[in-house]
């Protein structure tokens, strides 16, 4: 018999087996509590337990805090019920016509963008309407290869999926990917995952991406034009040297076309001839252009060390509310 799971203060339930994870019963049930990674690293599940308990199948390789140990918070993605559970989760969204779907996709091209940049563009096996809001995120498995999680860079009006993947040195899958990967590869798609997407509010809005901490921002900005948005976006992204900001014309094209948008774009080393733009860190730029952000949501893609010193700032040093920070970090 399952366990019932209660999410408080919106007053919904739904029951988890065992075996599964919290959020993985959650997301069966049509449920999306507030997640990123979905493997113990990001703490972005991490949810207030008002009874019951639950348990952690490795704790070596997961984040816990203390309050995680003391059973007073749990972190949903890696934690499994062992009791009726009731928690805490003030933002939890039923995305409507979305839900979680494992298919066979198809590689229909790749190009390199800079040295270590490919976009990657995949066909769902036919028939299968892969619906995800802008910002989320897909796991990708080729076969033979440890399954990883890329942001969709495109729309899911588009029809094929556009992902960036980056070339970790040292990466099991990713060099596989850039690399290696042939056009008309088949390989396995499982999503929409993450809650990293647009909120419906009338905030101004500032974006962070660190290198193809791009791709869901790319996906966002394309939902929010096709949307007839009028909403301001600040646009900050950051690389090493100019050639990781691979969509610059892109970025600059979008400021030249709507009044709402601008774009800055930050380099940390600043190691390219004759760049007369923004240096240092990409996060510093915000605290920098904008030090009263309590009007505003803040949106953070990337290295977890961005999204880390973005969090800490934006809101020690700039006064914005936690609850209006949203990040993916590329754990
Ligand atoms: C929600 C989410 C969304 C993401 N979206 C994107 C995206 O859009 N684009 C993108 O490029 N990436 C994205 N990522 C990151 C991606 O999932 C992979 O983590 C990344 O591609 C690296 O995978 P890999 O298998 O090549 O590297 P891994 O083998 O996982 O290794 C990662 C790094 O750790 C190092 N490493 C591995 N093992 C060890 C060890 N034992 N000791 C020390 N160092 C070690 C490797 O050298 C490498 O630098 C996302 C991650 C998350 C969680
Ligand atoms: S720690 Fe649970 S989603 Fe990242």
């Given at each position: 018999?399952?366990?019932?799971?209660?999410?408080?203060?919106?007053?919904?339930?739904?029951?988890?087996?065992?075996?599964?994870?919290?959020?993985?019963?959650?997301?069966?049930?049509?449920?999306?509590?507030?997640?990123?990674?979905?493997?113990?690293?990001?703490?972005e599940?991490?949810?207030?337990?008002?009874?019951?308990?639950?348990?952690?199948?490795?704790?070596?390789?997961?984040?816990?805090?203390?309050?995680?140990?003391?059973?007073?918070?749990?972190l949903?993605?890696?934690?499994?019920?062992?009791?009726?559970?009731?928690?805490?989760?003030?933002?939890?969204?039923?995305?409507?016509?979305?839900?979680?779907q494992?298919?066979?996709?198809?590689?229909?091209a790749?190009?390199?963008?800079?040295?270590?940049?490919?976009?990657?563009?995949?066909?769902?096996?036919?028939?299968?309407?892969?619906?995800?809001?802008?910002?989320?995120?897909?796991d990708?498995?080729?076969?033979?290869?440890?399954?990883?999680?890329?942001?969709?860079?495109?729309?899911?009006?588009?029809?094929?999926?556009?992902?960036?993947?980056?070339?970790?040195?040292?990466?099991a899958?990713?060099?596989?990917?850039?690399?290696?990967?042939?056009?008309?590869?088949?390989?396995?798609i499982e999503?929409?995952?993450g809650?990293f997407?647009?909120?419906?509010?009338?905030?101004?809005m500032?974006?962070?991406?660190?290198?193809?901490?791009?791709?869901?921002?790319?996906?966002?900005?394309?939902?929010?034009?096709?949307?007839?948005?009028?909403?301001?976006?600040?646009?900050?992204?950051?690389?090493?040297?100019?050639?990781?900001?691979?969509?610059?014309?892109?970025?600059?094209?979008?400021?030249?076309?709507?009044?709402?948008?601008?774009?800055?774009?930050?380099l940390?080393?600043?190691?390219?001839?004759?760049?007369?733009?923004?240096?240092?860190?990409?996060h510093?730029?915000?605290?920098?252009?904008?030090?009263?952000?309590?009007?505003?949501?803040?949106?953070?893609?990337?290295?977890?060390?961005?999204?880390?010193?973005?969090?800490?700032?934006?809101?020690?040093l700039?006064?914005?509310?936690?609850?209006?920070?949203?990040?993916?970090?590329?754990?």
């Open positions: 018999m399952g366990i019932t799971v209660q999410i408080e203060p919106v007053d919904k339930s739904f029951t988890a087996e065992e075996s599964q994870t919290v959020l993985e019963a959650a997301l069966k049930a049509g449920i999306t509590l507030k997640h990123s990674c979905r493997n113990g690293q990001c703490g599940c991490r949810a207030p337990i008002l009874s019951g308990a639950v348990s952690y199948k490795k704790t070596e390789s997961i984040k816990l805090e203390q309050s995680d140990l003391e059973g007073r918070t749990g949903m993605c890696v934690g499994h019920a062992i009791s009726d559970l009731v928690i805490e989760a003030p933002e939890v969204t039923e995305l409507e016509g979305i839900s979680v494992k298919c066979a996709g198809r590689t229909m790749k190009e390199t963008v800079s040295d270590d940049v490919a976009v990657l563009k995949i066909a769902p096996a036919p028939g299968v309407n892969f619906a995800f809001k802008p910002g989320q995120y897909l990708l498995t080729i076969k033979g290869y440890a399954t990883r999680s890329y942001s969709m860079a495109s729309t899911d009006s588009e029809g094929l999926i556009e992902l960036h993947v980056r070339k970790m040195p040292g990466g899958v990713s060099p596989i990917i850039v690399d290696e990967l042939k056009h008309k590869a088949i390989v396995t999503g929409p995952f809650t997407y647009v909120r419906d509010s009338d905030r101004p500032v974006m962070i991406a660190s290198g193809t901490g791009f791709a869901p921002v790319k996906s966002m900005m394309q939902g929010l034009i096709a949307s007839g948005n009028s909403r301001p976006v600040a646009l900050y992204w950051g690389g090493r040297a100019k050639q990781d900001l691979y969509m610059d014309k892109l970025c600059q094209q979008w400021a030249e076309q709507n009044s709402w948008f601008s774009y800055t774009p930050v940390s080393e600043n190691t390219d001839a004759g760049w007369v733009g923004r240096t240092g860190f990409v510093q730029s915000v605290v920098d252009d904008l030090p009263d952000l309590s009007a505003y949501e803040v949106y953070v893609c990337g290295a977890p060390i961005v999204v880390s010193s973005a969090k800490r700032d934006c809101i020690g700039c006064g914005l509310n936690p609850d209006h920070f949203f990040s993916d970090a590329f754990v």
